[in-house]
């Protein structure tokens, strides 16, 4: 079982940044695909990023490219989220979520994910 601890959410204003942090911790094998996915009130949970957690390659949802950034470090034990230019619309829960058997058609759909953390808010202030 992979465990998933999100943090560094927190308030930043609109133009802004901010880091989140997901620690990884489990049996090694388990993790293929991690991800970043979001969820604001009375909205469904929605897909922000991902990485093949083997050849690390990335993916992100339309409303955050090119300023959200995915990356892990070298040890494969943390991935991040930089959130650079945030707008009020991006204000949410944010989740970091793992899978092990995730097709890459269906990288942005919550239910591949095994795996998922507590979540830490981001508020982005106009």
């Known amino acids: 079982q992979v465990q998933l601890v999100e943090y560094g959410g927190g308030l930043v204003q609109a133009g802004g940044s901010l880091r989140l942090s997901c620690s990884v911790s489990g049996p090694p094998g388990t993790v293929y695909t991690m991800g970043w996915f979001r969820q604001a009130p009375g909205k469904a949970r929605e897909f922000v990023s991902a990485?093949?957690?083997?050849?690390?390659?990335?993916y992100y949802s339309d409303s955050v490219r090119g300023r959200f950034t995915i990356s892990r470090d070298s040890a494969k034990t943390t991935m991040f989220l930089h959130v650079n230019s945030p707008k009020p619309e991006d204000t949410a829960v944010y989740y970091c979520?793992?899978?092990?058997?995730?097709?890459?058609?269906?990288?942005?759909?919550?239910?591949?994910?095994?795996?998922w953390g507590q979540g830490t808010q981001v508020t982005v202030s106009s």
């Open positions: 990485m093949n957690w083997s050849d690390g390659n990335t």
């Open positions: 979520a793992a899978g092990k058997f995730v097709l890459e058609s269906r990288i942005h759909q919550p239910s591949e994910y095994e795996s």
